[in-house]
């Protein structure tokens, strides 16, 4: 099994505590497991910018399991559902309205919703919650919702249970989810090449503009025209 932990990046140092390694300290130790942990580093979606580049050396390396936690709960953290075949969302009682603090983004996203820490008071409340805004999003879709606590040690049986079912009925199987994987690194890949690129194009199409020296119009093919000769620069031709 491989475990990618993902941790916020302080916007000041830059710097990420990795916390989630120092729980689970004893597990790292064991032959069949791997975990590796990173910052997001300002990257938007609730992941690392190399995240995806790490899922695909995992399944290379033969990992027929592999976990990815993202950073947390945000209306814009959606990433995660592009590259992993079952989406969990997790909430925990204690933090107020649920459903306000998950947002519409990342309920629409869940394959699999988890009420964590449910032996503490609330954690009914926000079971209700969720089944209530699932038949508001989605009233013909059935999302489980699995309460766990790992103090009492309920919910892991169900929730193993609940995640080798929905793999079993996803509409995507295995060679497809590695193939929308592969996809979305190579539009990485892309843009990670392209963008300053198109910077530069832009710089001279807002120079253009500034001056008025010609329409909005004849900018965009300023800008095309110069985006082609940085590619052709860049590939020596």
């Known amino acids: 099994m491989g475990v990618v932990a993902v ?25 069949r ?28 390396f033969g990992f027929d399991k592999i976990i990815v936690e993202t950073v947390g709960a945000g209306q814009s953290e959606v990433e ?13 009682p204690g933090l107020g309205d649920a459903i306000q603090n998950m947002k519409a983004g990342i309920m629409e996203i869940a ?6 820490k449910a032996d503490l008071p609330g954690s009914d409340q926000v079971a209700n919650q969720i089944y209530a805004m699932i038949h508001l999003l989605t009233p013909s879709v059935e999302i489980p919702i699995v309460k766990v ?23 995507s199987g295995s060679s497809n989810s590695r193939e929308r994987r592969y996809r979305k690194m190579i539009i990485n890949r892309i843009w990670t090449l392209m963008t300053p690129l198109i910077e530069q194009s832009t710089d001279n199409a807002i120079t253009e503009l500034q ?27």
């Open 7 to 31: 941790d916020p990046s302080s916007p000041f140092s830059g710097g990420a505590v990795l916390g989630d390694r120092i729980r689970i300290l004893d597990q790292t130790m064991k032959t």
């Open 33 to 60: 497991f791997y975990m590796r942990s990173m910052a997001s580093r300002g990257h938007l979606g609730g992941l690392s910018s190399v995240t995806l580049d790490v899922l695909l050396l995992y399944e290379h």
């Open 80 to 92: 995660i559902a592009e590259l992993c075949d079952t989406t969990i969302v997790v909430a925990v």
């Open 111 to 116: 394959n699999i919703f988890v009420v964590n």
């Open 149 to 171: 606590s790992a103090t009492n040690k309920i919910g892991m049986d169900e929730l193993i249970q609940a995640i080798e079912n929905h793999l079993k009925t996803s509409r």
């Open 211 to 237: 001056s008025f020296k010609t329409a909005t119009w004849k900018s965009l093919e300023i800008f095309a025209e110069r985006l082609n000769e940085l590619i052709k620069e860049r590939n020596g031709s």
